[in-house]
């Protein structure tokens, strides 16, 4: 019989994620770089992202992230759809809106570098995901679930709209639409700008991501996550057919995400409306297998450490990403240098990552937890 408890499949999904962005991928990284041999470039190709077109591993973490956050809203939202929402819920939608974009400022917006030219005010996932939420907080609350699909469907169908009545369906990486967009509102303030040492600067062209144009799927990515919180939320349908709802959506996207690709690529860097899909796809199938796995058949044991990462996302993507504690593990492990020679820096980076894990683990214990 069910009740009113926490999902657990929520928290160890989005720990899993998180999980493999800052502790598995560095450790992995490290690893591969002290063996250069051709046998793990298969390894290495799903850990790094892709240079322009297709998908690996390593780019499902920022849309599972995304997903993740639009998931949590039909269980945290819905006291405001009994009434008629009032300052309460704008208040706490500007705050994490304006939380999450400072953040993202923190974390790759150069904020700390104190230096104006080196500040990237759109550049982060935390402020994609601050975009996506907001947007589909609102509707959540406002609109009804037909009403959901309209505005999600329109927020896809205007992407592409714009792609193809203004950027002429030009994939080009330096110059399409989304990319035109972003130089021409963010100037020299967008991620990947060079300056020059008289104080002139450049585009750099090893930069392909976009953010404006893209928040637009942003905000559909957000979208289908929280539909997929609505199916779980649903008491009207057996846990076990929500699950299979779940999946049988995932299919149905990543099928639609590659027959659409034909015609509109898989590219992640400008947020494709095939990526979307596809990815979305990917998401819903990894949310209703570990629903089904975790919820359902009550098989967790084992997997509760992931809650660290998990129920403290926020906290571990910003301290995981503006914290090298390699000082700390050089530290307290320069002994082993002349023991693992090329291995050495393995080494440091499972210290940097026991470090974040206990961490969390504390504020875990200690009921602390970032909340926007």
Not at 65 to 83: N, R, V
Not at 119 to 136: C, D, E, K, R, S
Not at 158 to 179: E, S
Request: aromatic share 16%; glycine share 8%; with cysteine.
């Amino acid at each position: 019989m069910e009740t009113n408890k926490r999902l657990a499949s929520l928290d160890i999904l989005r720990g899993l994620d998180l999980f493999l962005l800052l502790a598995a991928g560095p450790v992995l990284h490290a690893f591969l770089n002290a063996n250069p041999s051709p046998a793990w470039d298969g390894v290495r190709h799903q850990l790094s992202h892709v240079s322009w077109e297709g998908f690996v591993l390593w780019d499902i973490i920022m849309p599972l992230f995304m997903f993740m956050s639009g998931a949590t809203i039909p269980f945290s939202m819905a006291k405001y759809q009994d009434f008629r929402p009032g300052k309460e819920f704008y208040l706490k939608l500007v705050k994490r809106f304006a939380l999450l974009f400072f953040l993202g400022w923190i974390v790759q917006g150069n904020l700390l570098n104190l230096d104006w030219k080196q500040f990237h005010p759109f550049a982060n996932t935390l402020q994609a995901i601050a975009v996506g939420y907001v947007f589909a907080a609102l509707a959540f609350v406002h609109f009804g679930r037909k009403g959901r699909w309209i505005f999600g469907t329109a927020c896809f169908i205007a992407y592409i709209l714009v792609f193809y009545l203004f950027g002429h369906m030009n994939l080009d990486p330096q110059d399409n639409i989304a990319m035109a967009i972003d130089k021409a509102v963010l100037g020299s303030h967008r991620d990947g700008v060079i300056w020059n040492p008289d104080g002139s600067w450049t585009w750099n062209d090893g930069y392909q991501y976009t953010w404006i144009l893209s928040s637009l799927n942003f905000i559909v990515t957000v979208m289908l996550g929280c539909y997929a919180g609505s199916i779980l939320k649903d008491r009207s349908v057996r846990p076990a057919r929500r699950a299979l709802l779940l999946a049988g959506a995932g299919v149905m996207m990543i099928v639609l995400g590659l027959a659409m690709s034909a015609y509109f690529p898989i590219i992640k860097k400008i947020w494709s409306s095939s990526m979307t899909l596809y990815s979305g796809g990917i998401c819903s199938l990894a949310l209703a297998v570990t629903y089904l796995v975790v919820d359902v058949l009550g098989f967790s044991k084992g997997l509760g450490w992931l809650k660290y990462f998990g129920m403290n996302s926020i906290a571990a993507y910003c301290i995981g990403e503006t914290i090298n504690f390699s000082s700390v593990s050089r530290s307290l492990l320069h002994g082993f240098e002349h023991l693992t020679g090329d291995y050495y820096q393995l080494v440091i980076t499972l210290g940097n990552v026991l470090i974040l894990f206990l961490i969390l683990r504390f504020m875990y214990r200690k009921g602390i937890f970032l909340k926007a």
